[in-house]
């Protein structure tokens, strides 16, 4: 009887999560159709679609799309993947060692604040506008948010955990490994959804720097000509690539942090 | 302040005599502890034999948990000394094991690898750890939960986890912290007798923390309540109740019910200040 009312509720949820985009879309279709608003602002979604479906088939800019779709992916995970690392390594220093912390905590609670848009002149003068400082502007957003994450999770270890885990005849090394690693990763998985949004976000912005290829140019491009489908197509695609990539992590987060809201 | 160590003697019947010949494991020598200023323990003492159970019993915020983080090494005292087996206590260490009220199992990891997380510490090959995890689960009743995880038990049996994973670790003293005060009716009970069986079965030395008149006298051989921890005064009450000690009709036996009476009488006699180191007979 419960698993049969789980699978009802599951069911009603997938059916909820696929009827209210697609309200949406029914939205704006009419809001096109009937005119409310001009087409030169907000196209109709068959004129998006056929945009996208010419994109996919004739690439932007004499670019294939899957040129701008790998321009834009490899500058993202290249900087999540080392701005994750770097964060979860100085956030996790930072919760264990007072002193690794006190030498951290002025610059990275002002750095933290900065807009990542703020940071590009001084980007583009350090780095030039080539794929480093694209690379960096994201890198830094992600880095920041893990490091947050990372230093707070390593700190929710529930005190009666150390004290059972020493209780029991563990070292420095096993405590760490066993028991305060595996209290900090559901805040490191959060940190990791998180930041891969903003590593998303920022990537339009990092585009903006200049260069021919990536989704974000493809965005800035069309408005800059008021292709105002092509600008929807682009937004879609990195739209489409935020969902993807967020249910991927959502998903890894149940498998590696099954525990998590069970207790 | 001078120690006013009060002992009141209970009627003694020599049915169930106390482990004879048995040595001192646990001895606490003027312990005091204050934190912000606040005397919490002033001057404790008091020493517990092998194969004894005895039961901190007093309102919470009497400072028993303090003294059993004392004892576990979780807490330094601000003076005096505390010894296991003769050694003084300077930190948590393996030799005593610690059952927590809120359980505090490892949700990342099996049944199994929480109770082999002392062998995991002692680098134990795997085959032992399994060897071992198996033989201790089934001595507290867990067997066949061996691969769940502890958020799949009820919280009964999370306590039994808790318990088997310090039983693995075969301690010299097993201290408990209220480890019941979250379960039902039923399932304490059933619990405690548990405790009884085990404790019969490993000779393990156990002190227990609890607010439970009827808890401390159903688990102990002595029970100290602790009346006033910040003078260091407590009374100290022997057990006398026939064996199978784990058996249920015990809760009803007349030496259960005289008793509680008198903890009862001493707990209300304590609560009114002037009249706290009188006789409570």
């Known amino acids: 009887m419960k698993s049969r009312e789980r699978v009802m509720a599951r069911r009603r949820y997938v059916v909820l999560s696929i009827v209210s985009p697609l309200a949406l879309l029914g939205l704006w279709f009419l809001a096109t159709r009937e005119g409310w608003v001009r087409s030169v602002l907000l196209p109709s979604p068959q004129a998006v679609l056929t945009s996208i479906v010419d994109i996919t088939l004739s690439g932007y800019s004499g670019v294939s799309i899957w040129s701008h779709v790998v321009a834009s992916l490899s500058r993202v995970l290249t900087a999540f993947v080392a701005g994750s690392i770097l964060g979860i390594l100085i956030g996790i220093l930072r919760g264990r060692a007072p002193h690794f912390d006190a030498a951290f905590v002025i610059p990275a609670e002002m750095l933290r604040p900065i807009p990542p848009l703020g940071l590009i002149p001084l980007f583009i003068l350090w780095f030039g506008i080539g794929e480093l400082s694209k690379i ?75 260069g021919d290829r990536g989704l974000g140019f493809i965005v800035l491009d069309a408005s800059n000509f008021f292709r105002t489908t092509y600008v929807f197509a682009g937004i879609f695609l990195i739209g489409l690539i935020g969902l993807v990539s967020d249910r991927g992590l959502a998903l890894l987060t149940r498998k590696v942090v099954h525990w998590e809201g069970r207790r | 302040m ?61 400072g028993k948990t303090t003294i059993l983080n004392i004892i576990a090494g979780f807490l330094a005292p601000t003076s005096g000394y505390a010894f296991i087996a003769g050694t003084e206590i300077t930190g948590p260490g393996p030799d005593r094991g610690v059952v927590f009220q809120s359980y505090a199992l490892f949700d990342w990891m099996t049944v199994e690898d929480n109770i082999a997380f002392s062998l995991i510490c002692a680098r134990r090959p795997a085959a032992e750890r399994r060897e071992v995890a198996r033989r201790m689960a089934a001595l507290v009743g867990l ?139």
């Not at chain 1, 948010?145 to 885990?165: H, K």
């Not at chain 2, 209970?10 to 005091?32: H, M, N, Y």
């Not at chain 2, 304490?188 to 002190?207: D, F, K, N």
């Open chain 1, 136 to 210: 960096l502007l994201i890198f830094t957003s992600v880095f920041l948010i893990m490091m947050v994450n990372a230093q707070a999770g390593t700190r929710s270890c529930p005190l009666d955990l150390t004290r059972a885990a020493l209780s029991l005849g563990a070292g420095r090394g096993h405590l760490f490994r066993y028991v305060v690693l595996p209290a900090a990763l559901p805040q490191i998985m959060t940190g990791l959804r998180v930041s891969m949004g903003t590593a998303l976000s920022i990537l339009v912005a990092s585009e903006l720097l200049g």
């Open chain 2, 143 to 281: 067997t066949g939960s061996e691969r769940a995880y502890p958020y799949q038990l009820s919280g009964g049996m999370r306590q039994r986890c808790g318990l088997a994973r310090v039983l693995a670790a075969n301690p010299k003293l097993m201290l408990m912290d209220e480890p019941f005060a979250a379960v039902d009716v039923q399932t304490r009970e059933a619990l405690q007798e548990e405790i009884l069986r085990i404790q019969q079965e490993t000779g393990c030395t156990i002190v227990f923390v609890t607010h439970s008149i009827e808890e401390a006298v159903f688990l102990s051989h002595r029970i100290f309540l602790l009346t006033d921890l910040a003078s260091g005064l407590f009374l100290e009450f022997d057990v006398d109740l026939p064996q199978p000690r784990w058996s249920a009709e015990n809760r009803l036996h007349e030496n259960f019910i005289a008793l509680r009476e008198k903890i009862y009488r001493g707990m209300r006699k304590a609560e009114q200040p002037q009249r706290r180191t009188e006789d409570v007979s």
């Open chain 2, 2 to 62: 001078t120690k006013a160590h009060t002992v009141v003697e209970f009627p003694v019947r020599s049915a169930q005599p106390l482990p004879t010949g048995s040595a001192e494991i646990l001895k606490l020598d003027g312990v005091s502890f204050a934190y912000d200023d606040r005397t919490i323990l002033n001057s404790v003492a008091f020493s517990i034999r092998r194969g004894e159970i005895v039961s901190l019993l007093g309102p919470s915020g009497c």
